[in-house]
């Protein structure tokens, strides 16, 4: 999948589950200070984002996303270790 | 008229409890060392002068106590609250001592009477883990004891709001505890932590009745208005684990009665749909949290000002 596809996708779980303006997402905008997400909604994120791409990602990579831009590379990395692994 | 406190969700983090036990390093390894080198049933005759102290001294701990005693019926003239609340002391230091002693790694004196165990190994065979919400009830921290008959990692999520010296000293106490310790840290760490655990397949364990860093529905308890934490059961609805509510009672000297409720299924991904599936799964808590404490109303061990005080609002 592009790039592009990924950052719309995610946008939309964003918008349309999380109510959140389009104009706040930005691709550094922090998930807590910026997006209003709580822990409870990252957790909520990661298993719509995990529901919505078809894989994993693990629980360290999920600790450390701090940023837009590390869940677009997080969900770039979930769907190539998952396109890498034996069916 | 002061306003009736409303009932609701709140989005604010419940500070009512500081997360420190009294006692200190020095008291607490006086009482360890007596209960686990020279017997429990000394430590238990230690802690009647104890009590007593409290409750003349603990003002707000006794204040707590007879709102709490209060409310399940144990009322009456001031000599009888002053006397149910040294037993609701007395209880509660023995729960704390048997504890000692039982996940020290010595239980062998301790009896387990089991309702519902089969409920957790149904619950486990869906392969979501298992989130069990309990309470401070009895000896709550014994259920991860009873729990290692399923064979499956336990992990407890517990506050690191201790004094560190205290912590420290009940580390060393606990070293070969059989489960593992999720500390809620007030990050997004320990709810990451709880969603790879459960992904695992493992059982989770948290309280239901005191909010650390969550936020809050206020609901009817014992008669009146009172919060909860949402947290537990908006994890449940998130991950789609199995909730299996659990309480752990005190029925007498090394006797204890562990009892699970049946499986609850709160799996539901849309978010404007799980407000009011959280709020009901909390109701149900409630109801089984209100059935176990009118069984075993001295074994509620929360000191500090539960219910929430009239004029204290924000809700919807």
Known sequence: MAADGIIERVNGILMDGFEIEPSLLKDDAKLGEDLGLDSLDAVDLIVAIEKGFGCRINETEARAMRTLHDIYTGVRKCIDANAGSPS | MKPAAACGRDDRRDARWDGRSRGGSVGNWIFVTIARKIGLRI?????LPVAFYYVIFAAKAVKASRSYLWRVGLGGSWLQRARNSFRHFV???????????????????????????????????????????????????????????????????????????????????????????????????????????????????????????????????????????????????ITGAPVVHTFVAREGEFRYRFRAYPPEKLACLRRDERERIVTDSIRRFIAHLEETIRMYPLQWFNFYDFWQPEGDSRHV
Do not use: C
């Not at chain 2, 430590?43 to 802690?47: E, F, I, K, N, V």
């Not at chain 2, 729990?147 to 560190?164: I, M």
């Open chain 2, 91 to 237: 209880q509660f230091g023995k729960v704390l001592l048997d504890r000692v002693v039982v996940i020290g790694g010595d239980a062998s004196r301790f009896e387990f009477a089991l309702d519902g165990t089969e409920h957790i190994e149904s619950a486990l065979r869906e392969g979501r883990g298992v989130l069990i919400i309990s309470a401070h009830v009895g000896g709550w921290e014994l259920a991860a004891h009873v729990l290692q008959r399923v064979n499956v990692p336990v992990n407890v999520v517990a506050s690191t709001d201790e004094a560190p010296q205290v912590r420290a000293f009940f580390d060393r106490v606990f070293r070969d505890r059989s489960f593992s310790v999720i500390s809620l840290d007030g990050t997004s760490a320990p709810s990451f932590a709880i969603m790879a655990a459960l992904a695992r397949g493992e059982i989770v364990a948290m309280h239901g009745d005191r909010a650390i860093g969550s936020p809050t529905e206020t609901l009817p308890f014992l008669g009146e208005p009172a919060r909860f934490p949402r947290g537990p059961h908006m994890l449940a609805a």
């Open chain 2, 43 to 47: 430590a238990y005759l230690l802690l």
